[in-house]
């Protein structure tokens, strides 16, 4: 096999995370939008 760019990798590694962060930004805007609402 041939040795993968350290830099791809991060990259990859970089993108993936990043996602997963958007993901869970989002999932806690849409919960909190959520209880502001039943507040009121």
């Keep these: 096999l041939r040795p993968v760019h350290p830099r791809l990798i991060a990259r990859l590694l970089w993108r993936h995370g990043t996602?997963?962060?958007?993901?869970i930004c989002e999932q806690r805007r849409k919960t909190s939008c959520n209880m502001r609402n039943l507040s009121l």
Excluded: L, W
């Design 19 to 23: 996602a997963r962060c958007r993901g």
